[in-house]
Each structure stands twice: as C-alpha cells, then as structure tokens.
C-alpha cells in the first residue's frame, strides 16, 4: 500500500512548516544590559555571551522588537542609557 503522490507531498509540506514553527523562537528579542548600557537584540542567550562575554545580562525577552521597545521605554531602560547587571 502506497501513498499517492500528492498525499506524500501534502505530508512532506505539514512535517516541513512544523519543523519551520518549531525552530522560531519564542522570544526574539531581548532588552539587555550589555557594558553598562541597555540595548535590544535579537540573539538568544548563548550568543549573546559568545559576543559579550560576562558584561551582558537580559533584562526580558519580547517575541516582538516593538514590545521590547515599549517595555524598555515604558521602564527607563531605552538604548544608551546606563545600566547594571548586578
């Protein structure tokens, strides 16, 4: 019994927008603390600390660059301004 060629292209495409969703990330960007100063990136933890070393830290992570924006502006943390990971 073998599937027709339409139903096995039908399957390939769902398995593949699957895999798609599954690696977008939640949170796509951060308000950060990075060498004293706030800032808004998109890369996750582990690449922020492969760039930055010990002087970044996340402050909250947004799945929308607009948000983290408000959010960092709305509390006084908007980019430049100094900051502190302690």
């Given at each position: 019994?073998?599937?027709?060629?339409?139903?096995?292209?039908?399957?390939?495409?769902?398995?593949?927008?699957?895999?798609?969703?599954?690696?977008?990330p939640a949170s796509a960007?951060?308000?950060?603390?990075?060498?004293?100063?706030?800032?808004?990136?998109?890369?996750?933890?582990?690449?922020?600390?492969?760039?930055?070393?010990?002087?970044?830290?996340?402050?909250?992570?947004?799945?929308?660059?607009?948000?983290?924006?408000?959010?960092?502006?709305?509390?006084?943390?908007?980019?430049?301004?100094?900051?502190?990971?302690?």
């Open positions: 019994m073998s599937m027709q060629p339409h139903t096995r292209l039908l399957l390939l495409a769902a398995i593949t927008l699957l895999g798609v969703i599954a690696a977008s960007y951060a308000v950060i603390c990075r060498s004293g100063q706030y800032d808004i990136d998109s890369r996750d933890d582990a690449q922020l600390r492969i760039a930055f070393g010990t002087s970044v830290c996340t402050m909250r992570r947004f799945s929308y660059r607009m948000d983290a924006q408000i959010f960092a502006s709305n509390n006084n943390m908007t980019p430049g301004r100094p900051c502190s990971c302690r």
